[in-house]
């Protein structure tokens, strides 16, 4: 037997419990650190919150996690087992929640790299090696990074990030340093969405713009301005992330 959470049950008592404590849902959602459309989606039934998000959001609602995922306050203290065993199945659907986005993300990311490969390889069958070097290496660069942070970045940081001034993160292979810019819980959120979209907007139009220009000057094109080209477009990744860093600190 399964139990499945309703999303409308679910927002209709958040929503209550919101009002409840005197809070618009922009409130609710810097306390939380995440959107105000986030807090929105979640009250018209259409989507649920991680399950990370869980006992923060129960707790700024005033209530306990299992009354949340109840969708409706516990009165009596002593719950039976079979209760129990609804509100832990209701808390793993919970959790296969953001496995919908992540199929999402898995079809532009499967869609923005046959696109951005497609257009590397006319460029270089047009062109020839000479041109070719950095733009392959830039492309290499964004497939790999795009796919850790599509599939695997971590959505939430470790709480010594929000209570300490951190500019540096690293996991595994993986290394991102922004001096001067700290990290914490309430930028990560758009340090994370900023970099996706940036990673895949670059793989995708660093080809194309460079078949363009190649076009427009029809003639010899100077390499070192297509080497400057290609990397000045990594500025088009890290800049969007130092934006999201600063403005949401």
């Known amino acids: 037997m399964t139990f499945e959470l309703d999303k409308e049950k679910f927002g209709e008592f958040v929503s209550k419990l919101r009002k409840e404590q005197g809070m618009t849902q922009r409130d609710l959602a810097e306390k939380l650190f995440v959107s105000d459309k986030a807090v929105s989606k979640w009250e018209r039934g259409q989507s ?6 869980l006992n923060p959001l129960a707790d700024a609602l005033g209530v306990t996690a299992a009354e949340l995922l109840n969708c409706g ?8 087992v079979s209760q129990v065993d609804e509100i832990v199945e209701k808390a793993i659907e919970l959790n296969k929640e953001p496995d919908i986005s992540k199929r999402k993300r898995f079809k532009i990311y499967v869609i923005c790299l046959i696109i ?18 950095s733009l392959i290496v830039i492309e290499i660069l964004t497939a790999i990074f795009g796919a850790y942070f599509m599939f695997f970045v971590k959505e939430r940081l470790p709480k010594y990030f929000d209570d300490n001034k951190v500019d ?10 922004t001096p001067g810019v700290y990290y914490n819980n309430r930028n990560w959120p758009y340090i994370i969405k900023n970099a996706r979209i940036s990673l895949m907007i670059v793989m995708v139009a660093l080809p194309i713009a460079s078949i363009l220009l190649r076009t427009f000057f029809s003639g010899s094109l100077p390499y070192i301005l297509v080497t400057t080209f290609s990397w000045s477009a990594i500025l088009g990744i890290f800049a969007p992330i130092y934006f999201g860093a600063i403005r949401y600190k």
């Open 168 to 177: 540096y993160y690293t996991d595994g292979f993986f290394r991102l340093h």
């Open 48 to 53: 649920l919150p991680d399950i990370t998000m």
């Open 73 to 80: 306050k516990i009165e009596d203290e002593k719950v039976d």
């Open 116 to 133: 951005g490969a497609a257009a590397t390889y006319y460029f270089y069958k047009n062109n020839g090696a000479q041109y070719y070097q």
